[in-house]
Each structure stands twice: as C-alpha cells, then as structure tokens.
C-alpha cells in the first residue's frame, strides 16, 4: 500500500484516504478512543483492528440482507475499501433500552426496556457537540430530503431487528447504537446507503447474564478492559479464534479466504 496516497480526512477514530479508483475511499481504523467530544482522549492498543474486523462482518451481514452500505471489502487489519458517499449531516440513533444520554435526559433508570424501539437524531456537528434534533429542523434545512428519511427510518429499524438478532443469539443484548448515512452517486442516480462504522464503538452492548458492558462506555466511564470486551463481542460472533494464544494479550484474528485474498492484493 503506499504511503504517499492522498489524506482526505481525519476524524477521531477513522482516517479516509483517496482510494485506487475514483468512487472508491479507504477507511482506516485509528486505535484512538475519545468521548464526550474528544475532551476525553487515549490511544488503545489493538482497538482498530477489532473495530475493522467487527464492522466488516456486520456490514457484511447486513448487505446480505438488502441493506445497501459503502462497504466494499477488507483490505488488511485496519483498513477497508468503501465506495465514496456524501454524508448525510445527522446520527441516526436506534434505542431499545434506556441508557446514556436518554436515560440521563428523561430521568429513566439505565437499563429499562422501552415500550418500542425509538429513534432520534441528532446534528452531526462536533462543535455543537451533536445536538439532538427532530424531522423538523432535517426538514426545514434540508439535510435530508423526504423520501431519503423514509429510507432512513426503514433501514435504521431493520438494521435494530437483525441486529438484535443477531447479538441475542451470542448472549449479547444490543441497547442501543448510532447509524450514518450517506448519498452514492452512480450514473445520474443517488442511493442512500449505510455508511461510517457498526462497532461496539458505536453501539452498546450488554453481556445478557451479567450485564457487563461491552463496548465504548468502558473507556467512557474509566471501567477498563476495553480491549478485552471488544475481543470478547469479536469472538463471539465468530470473528476471533479464542482457543489460539493470545499473544501479548494482543487479539488474534481469523484470517477468512476472502480476507486473505484481499490481503494478498488479489481481486475478488
Ligand atoms: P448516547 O446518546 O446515549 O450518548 O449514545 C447513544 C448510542 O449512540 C451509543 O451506542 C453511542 O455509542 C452511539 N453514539 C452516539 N453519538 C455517537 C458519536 O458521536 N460517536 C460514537 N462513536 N458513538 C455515538
């Protein structure tokens, strides 16, 4: 891979950098971990990788169920090539329990289940600090169209349902998580399309028997072990291989056919 490639962006935990062919971005996954609007900032040996690895497998999943993503393919341990979208400006939030921001706003005790799945939506703006915002203001300032927000509603509470599903049946209860969408232009068509990252970066997850977090609120709240929740979520849905050695305490991965293809630089 070289190293003089075009620089796009740099988010907080993500680089984009200019992919081999036009249309095509490559997504590299930082081991940086901020909150509460990078006031809180570490660097996280080994969290990269297993976001790269946890996001391609539900990418994957979820392209294989209809949903169309910007996920193209794995490029090696912390990169994946992506088709180029513009991003739509607002994080679509999907809640099936009360917790962080929503338990804290509403007053509801952190771990009451909802009477139904609840979206919401907030500004992408981090010096804002993403405000929560309604169909109202993505309307009236036109950062999504009507019918993009149907497709948006549709594929945020689709995702929720096989997501959960999925998480469930490997003794993981999916609380809540944050979706991006962005606009693929190809031959005078748009296509919304699921963007960004599925990753326990993103979402929160909660052990079913012991309610052990399982995701970024261990960095969040100072609880530690983050590494080690990530690469518990990863070997339970298959991705990592537990009975190997864990060398150094660093993750060690599965390699797939595919990956190691794409490894290899051959093209599938
Ligand atoms: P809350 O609003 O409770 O802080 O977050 C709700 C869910 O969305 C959590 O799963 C959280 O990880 C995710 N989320 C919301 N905003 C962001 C964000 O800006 N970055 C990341 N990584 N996740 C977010």
């Known amino acids: 891979m070289s190293r003089r490639r075009r620089q796009i962006y740099e988010g907080k935990a993500k680089i984009l950098y200019e992919g081999p062919e036009p249309g095509t971005i490559i997504q590299y996954f930082k081991d940086d971990a901020t909150a509460f609007n990078a006031q809180k900032r570490e660097v996280i040996d080994g969290k990269g990788v297993l976001n790269n690895r946890i996001s391609e497998f539900i990418f994957e999943r979820l392209g294989g169920i209809g949903i169309p993503t910007h996920f193209i393919k794995r490029l090696n341990m912390r990169e994946q090539l992506v088709r180029q979208v513009e991003i739509i400006p607002v994080e679509v939030i999907v809640r099936n329990i009360a917790a962080g ?7 509801i005790d952190e771990g009451t289940q909802l009477p139904r799945a609840i979206v919401e939506f907030c500004y992408k703006s981090d010096e804002l600090g993403d405000p929560l915002i309604t169909e109202e203001h993505i309307a009236a300032f036109n950062w999504a169209g009507p019918q993009e927000m149907d497709d ?13 599903g999925l998480f469930a049946a490997v003794g993981i209860r999916l609380v809540d998580f944050k979706l991006e969408f962005g606009r693929h232009y190809e031959n005078d068509m748009v296509r919304t399309v699921l963007a960004d990252e599925v990753s326990p970066d993103t979402c929160r997850l909660w052990d079913m028997k012991t309610d052990d977090k399982l995701d970024k609120d261990r960095f969040r709240r100072d609880l530690g072990g983050l590494v080690e929740a990530y690469q518990e979520v990863a070997s339970r849905l298959g991705i990592l291989n ?8 660093k993750p060690v991965l599965v390699k797939s056919d595919r990956a190691e293809a794409a490894n290899s630089g051959e093209k599938k």
């Open 101 to 107: 921001t929503m338990a804290k706003r509403l007053g």
């Open 152 to 164: 948006i509603m549709a594929m945020a509470l689709r995702t929720n349902d096989f997501l959960s």
């Open 242 to 249: 537990k009975s190997e050695p864990q060398k150094g305490g």
